[in-house]
Nanobody, 119 residues
């Protein structure tokens, strides 16, 4: 099970930190990802982190503003989002265990957390 939290309403230029807690695994060392879906748009990749945390991948839209990290002792993955823009408004989902390309699809998904950025 994956449970996201940390979403909310923020002004443009502000910051939010999303958290994703995994349960059901003794220790989560799986690759994890963050995706988002805005109204009327397809789900899109945001960021990925390897099981050890040593490797990260970002969408162009996230580079320089978002940081993905993890604490395996807490079975938690984070997405620090800075300099938020109105176009970052979306439901954000965390995902675990990529099916192949880490930018495309995963086996396990959370229920999502809403992020709304007011302009």
């Amino acid at each position: 099970q994956l449970v996201e939290s940390g979403g909310g309403l923020v002004q443009a230029g502000g910051s939010l930190r999303l958290s994703c807690v995994t349960s059901g695994w003794t220790r989560n060392y799986w690759d994890m990802g963050w995706f988002r879906q805005a109204p009327g748009k397809e789900r899109e990749f945001v960021a990925h982190i390897s099981g050890s945390g040593s490797m990260t991948t970002y969408a162009d839209s996230a580079k320089g503003r978002f940081t993905i990290s993890r604490d395996n002792d807490k079975n938690t993955v984070y997405l620090q989002m800075n300099i938020l823009k109105h176009e970052d408004t979306a439901v954000y989902y965390c995902a675990a265990v990529p099916k192949g390309d880490v930018r495309l699809d995963y086996f396990y998904w959370g229920q999502g957390t809403q992020v709304t950025v007011s302009s």
